[in-house]
Nanobody, 123 residues
Framework: QVQLVESGGGLVQAGGSLRLSCAAS????????MGWFRQAPGKEREFVAA????????DYADSVKGRFTISRDNAKNTMYLQMNSLKPEDTALYYC????????????????WGQGTQVTVSS
């Protein structure tokens, strides 16, 4: 069992930055691929970014490439999402997730989820 807790969300103006964190409860954190997903009201949950267990591989949704950076610190059991040049369309509830599958863009393959942290970008 892995418990995930997101933090760092908030209200920011367009063009601003936020850094999300996802803290995991287990030392086995380093064994999991990790992902960030987001869900806006009335929309499907969508993939944002993922990082493999070693931290040596990452992937991003086209909509956030060049603006968001995913990273992890396995010694601290924590994953991060640095979000720059935020846009109003980035407004959503952001979730972190942990899983073993290499199909890391599909939210159904993740076994563990946090409760989410709200990001609101004003225009």
């Amino acid at each position: 069992q892995v418990q995930l807790v997101e933090s760092g969300g908030g209200l920011v103006q367009a063009g601003g930055s936020l850094r999300l964190s996802c803290a995991a409860s287990r030392r086995a954190f380093a064994m999991y691929h990790m992902g960030w997903f987001r869900q806006a009201p009335g929309k499907e949950r969508e993939f944002v970014a993922a990082i493999v267990w070693s931290g040596r591989g990452t992937d991003y949704a086209d909509s956030v490439k060049g603006r968001f950076t995913i990273s992890r610190d396995n010694a601290k059991n924590t994953m991060y999402l640095q979000m720059n040049s935020l846009k109003p369309e980035d407004t959503a509830l952001y979730y972190c997730a942990a899983g073993y599958s290499d199909d890391y863009k599909a939210h159904g393959t993740y076994g563990y989820w946090g409760q989410g942290t709200q990001v609101t970008v004003s225009s």
